[in-house]
T-cell receptor, first 114, second 113 residues
Framework: GENVEQHPSTLSVQEGDSAVIKCTYSDSASNYFPWYKQELGKRPQLIIDIRSNVGEKKDQRIAVTLNKTAKHFSLHITETQPEDSAVYFCAASEKGSTLGRLYFGRGTQLTVWP | DGGITQSPKYLFRKEGQNVTLSCEQNLNHDAMYWYRQDPGQGLRLIYYSQIVNDFQKGDIAEGYSVSREKKESFPLTVTSAQKNPTAFYLC????????????FGEGSWLTVV
């Protein structure tokens, strides 16, 4: 099956700085890459996603980039705020299917210091 | 997200007992999933179902069982064969036309005492 590696496992930044989280995947047929944010004790929530026919996608302070050749994708958060503090998970789809499972990375604990 | 209901939110179980976690969705989603979350382990897939009366094992299915008799319901039974059942359990579902985007329920905390 797919193998998704996520780095770093913890990340601390000062408020206003940028944060970058990187993921690699193994299955070149994967075509869907979502990012989830999970606050303590709560459910993961989708914050942004990208499909394989796009190289970059932005939504206000959040952006995701995808490099299909290198099989890696990254989450970029600019102008970080304390409320961005959470665990972030990346994921990659099963082999090209439209209704298959997702494979998740182990998560990154982001802490934003005021 | 609000259309996926998990119950109970907190559950205590004695060793050797089976327990069933409920998951109901009113989003008309086709696929449903169960994930287990432990600290530092991320989200690990237990079982998933793409259609009624069919389901597949995920990565850590041993000691668990599921059923999918109705489209909106996907209960998970944690059996006594599961050696370390204390964890946070998340149910999720996805809508076929949105591809692989999945949405999570609020989760159930299971503690074995």
């Amino acid at each position: 099956g797919e193998n998704v590696e996520q780095h770093p496992s913890t990340l601390s930044v000062q408020e206003g700085d940028s944060a970058v989280i990187k993921c690699t995947y193994s299955d070149s047929a994967s075509n869907y890459f979502p990012w989830y944010k999970q606050e303590l004790g709560k459910r993961p929530q989708l914050i942004i996603d990208i499909r394989s026919n796009v190289g970059e996608k932005k939504d206000q302070r959040i952006a995701v980039t995808l490099n299909k050749t290198a099989k890696h994708f990254s989450l970029h958060i600019t102008e970080t705020q304390p409320e961005d503090s959470a665990v972030y998970f990346c994921a990659a789809s099963e082999k090209g299917s439209t209704l298959g499972r997702l494979y998740f990375g182990r998560g990154t604990q982001l802490t934003v210091w005021p | 997200d609000g259309g996926i209901t998990q119950s109970p939110k907190y559950l205590f179980r004695k060793e050797g007992q089976n327990v069933t976690l409920s998951c109901e969705q009113n989003l008309n989603h086709d696929a449903m999933y169960w994930y287990r979350q432990d600290p530092g382990q991320g989200l690990r897939l237990i079982y998933y179902s793409q259609i009624v009366n069919d389901f597949q094992k995920g990565d850590i299915a041993e000691g668990y069982s599921v059923s999918r008799e109705k489209k909106e319901s996907f209960p998970l039974t944690v059996t006594s064969a599961q050696k370390n059942p204390t964890a946070f359990y998340l149910c999720a579902s996805s809508f076929r036309s949105s591809g692989n985007t999945i949405y999570f329920g609020e989760g159930s905390w299971l503690t074995v005492v």
